[in-house]
């Protein structure tokens, strides 16, 4: 069946670093939105990053923008988020999502609207101490 099976969580201190890792199968990988969601306690789930498997195209909110990088291996069927300068306003779980459908939809599409996803991972949790 579809999975999407996240790690690479845990607990650092402010200005530290993490790799969050999110390994899918069961599911055609390419050709498809990838994307990196958090989710604090009393807040709405956000979209930090996300990539599109067929090419180049990467995203990232602008709360993240130049600390966070989104890549992927595609031989691994895996893509990865390194959070760099981790802020305690980071501190969230981070789920890993796939795309409902395959296909680029072009500049207009809106990547971090949740009803895009219909596969989410399990969430692994990222905790930032100041």
């Known amino acids: 069946q579809v999975q999407l099976v996240e790690s690479g969580g845990g607990s650092v201190q402010a200005g530290g670093s993490l790799r969050l890792s999110c390994a899918a199968s069961g599911y055609t990988y390419s050709s498809r939105y990838m994307g990196w969601f958090r989710q604090a306690p009393g807040k709405e789930r956000e979209g930090v990053a996300a990539l599109y498997t067929g090419g180049d195209y990467k995203y990232y909110a602008i709360s993240v923008k130049g600390r966070f990088t989104i890549s992927q291996d595609n031989a691994k069927n895996t893509v990865y988020l390194q959070m760099n300068s981790l802020k305690p306003e980071d501190t969230a779980m981070y789920y890993c999502?796939?795309?409902?459908?395959?296909?680029?939809?072009?500049?207009?599409?809106?990547?971090?609207?949740?009803?895009?996803?219909?596969?989410w991972g399990q969430g692994t949790q990222v905790t930032v101490s100041s």
């Open positions: 999502a796939a795309a409902s459908y395959s296909g680029y939809e072009g500049p207009r599409f809106k990547v971090f609207d949740p009803i895009h996803y219909a596969t």
